[in-house]
């Protein structure tokens, strides 16, 4: 793997490769991006075409230097990431960072430390990486990757030389899509939902019943306004074991309110569940815009609130509860 498996980042790719080529790479680097659009990818190809001994401004894959970091032994190279059962960067985990990113390298000329997240550094953390970040050791790299830069320190972000990553064309990710092997119809669907990224298409194509699943919410959801209360606990039972194992529903109820809002103001290339269009079209001549607005908002408060383990069952019943409401005008 090289560069070439960066999908649809040409510009990042260019900026970075020049920079190798000048030997003018920087000590801090933000690289900013939705989820799922490769900034780790990126992070790594970058760092093993710095090391590469062969390739210019590029991996060759076969010395040294990129087996190494193939196999994620290169003593150069770390990734700082957010600890399993852990939500965030502790200070600990930049104290040792710091330490360790002052000794000399040891296969290469140089070091490249990746922060995944990083907006997920506590205050103290971010605090700390910031007296690092101002005077590196003349060897070394930080790569920062978040998903929105504004949630970092100011101070971090005018440090560092940012990067931001496009999201990927809607065609590239259906073509990659089709390669793998799925119909016409459902490539399109994901490409469409997957919304630039195409890490998010790819997970979606690791889920067995996504279809099945999504079918079953979408049909509820056609019909919420006429469903009664054990249909209402039924599904929230449903969605709630949904959620357990990393199935996508919140994406897809605020699709599904976001199509009809699109179609509702005549934006209809924008809609993502083409296959439902004729039910999302009767739903747009019924309900305001104004009502579609606050279900977006409760959808996306109360995936916030299952986010942060606030009484699940009971959230997504509520919610159920106020998206069957009459739409007040
Ligand atoms: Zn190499």
Redesign the pocket.
Known sequence: MSFNSVIGQKEAVEILQDEIKNERISHAYLFSAREGSGKSKLAFEFAKAS?????EAD?????I??RKMDHKNHPDYKVISVLEGKSAISIDQIRELKKEIAYKPYDSDHKIYIIEAAEKMTKEAANSLLKTLEEPPSFATIILLVEDSGKLLPTIVSRCQQIKLRNVDQKKIKNILLDKGLSQEKAEIISLTAAGSPGRALEIIEIDDYFEQRQLIYDFLKNIKSKNTIEIFKITEKISSLLKADFPCFDLLSDWYRDIMMIKQDYLEAVINKDYFEELKGLAAELSLQGLISDLELIAQSEKYIERNIREELSLEVLFFKLRQPDQE
């Open positions: 090391f590469c001994e062969e390739a991996s060759c894959g076969s010395c230097n990129c």
